[in-house]
T-cell receptor
Framework: GAGVSQTPSNKVTEKGKYVELRCDPISGHTALYWYRQSLGQGPEFLIYFQGTGAADDSGLPNDRFFAVRPEGSVSTLKIQRTERGDSAVYLC???????????FGDGTRLSIL | KQEVTQIPAALSVPEGENLVLNCSFTDSAIYNLQWFRQDPGKGLTSLLLIQSSQREQTSGRLNASLDKSSGRSTLYIAASQPGDSATYLCAVDSNTGKLIFGQGTTLQVKP
C-alpha cells in the first residue's frame, strides 16, 4: 500500500515495561510526525523529524519517551518504564516536506495494565 | 501559545440536513488550516486544506472557510448522509511543522 503504516496496531503491556512503536511513512516523504491521542481528545504533537534529525521534540512529555529515524525513512517511538497514563493511541503522519499536508496512519493503540 | 477549539463537541442531525461545524483558534499567524475526518479506531483522513492566503476550499459536498482575522473556520456539509457520521477535527499549522488540533466534533447523521 502507498499509505503510512504503523505496527503493531495494538499493544498491551504491563506497567514498567519498555515498548517500541514503528512507523513506515509514505515513500519519499521527508517529514515525519508523531502524535498521541487520548480518548475523546484531538491528537497532541510529540515530535517532528525532517530527514534523520528531530526538528522539534517539544511535545515529548518526559525523558521516558524517545524517537529515532536513523535512515530518514522508518521511525521508532520508544517508551521506557511505561506508566498507565501512557495509554493512548499513538499516531504517525508523514508529508512530502514540512508545511505540506500530513497523511496519517491508523495508529497504535497502547494499553498499559 | 496556539489553542484550537471546536464547537459543538457532538452533533446529531437527520439525513439530508445541511450543517456547519465550527473551529476557532487564538493566534491568527497561521500557515494553513486543515479539516480531518476520523472514523472509530482509524487514523485521520484529510478532507480540506486551506492556505492562510485563501478564504475557502471546496470538495464535493464539503466547503471549508477561513477567516484569519477573527480566528475562525467553518466546515459546511451539504445534504448530510449516514456515511458522514464520524469525528471531524480541525488543525492549525503555524509553520512550525506541527499541527495543533481541536478536540473534535462527533457527528451522527440518522437515516
Amino acid at each position: 500500500g502507498a499509505g503510512v503504516s504503523q505496527t503493531p496496531s495494538n499493544k498491551v503491556t504491563e506497567k514498567g515495561k519498555y515498548v517500541e512503536l514503528r512507523c513506515d511513512p509514505i515513500s519519499g516523504h521527508t517529514a515525519l510526525y508523531w502524535y498521541r491521542q487520548s480518548l475523546g481528545q484531538g491528537p497532541e504533537f510529540l515530535i517532528y523529524f525532517q530527514g534523520t534529525g528531530a526538528a522539534d521534540d517539544s511535545g515529548l512529555p518526559n525523558d521516558r519517551f524517545f524517537a529515532v529515524r536513523p535512515e530518514g525513512s522508518v521511525s521508532t517511538l520508544k517508551i521506557q518504564r511505561t506508566e498507565r497514563g501512557d495509554s493512548a493511541v499513538y499516531l504517525c503522519a508523514s508529508s512530502s516536506q514540512g508545511g505540506q499536508p500530513q497523511h496519517f496512519g491508523d495508529g497504535t493503540r497502547l494499553s498499559i495494565l | 501559545k496556539q489553542e484550537v477549539t471546536q464547537i459543538p463537541a457532538a452533533l446529531s442531525v437527520p439525513e439530508g440536513e445541511n450543517l456547519v461545524l465550527n473551529c476557532s483558534f487564538t493566534d491568527s499567524a497561521i500557515y494553513n488550516l486543515q479539516w480531518f475526518r476520523q472514523d472509530p479506531g482509524k487514523g485521520l483522513t484529510s478532507l480540506l486544506l486551506i492556505q492562510s492566503s485563501q478564504r475557502e476550499q471546496t470538495s464535493g459536498r464539503l466547503n471549508a472557510s477561513l477567516d484569519k482575522s477573527s480566528g475562525r473556520s467553518t466546515l459546511y456539509i451539504a445534504a448530510s448522509q449516514p456515511g458522514d457520521s464520524a469525528t471531524y477535527l480541525c488543525a492549525v499549522d503555524s509553520n512550525t511543522g506541527k499541527l495543533i488540533f481541536g478536540q473534535g466534533t462527533t457527528l451522527q447523521v440518522k437515516p
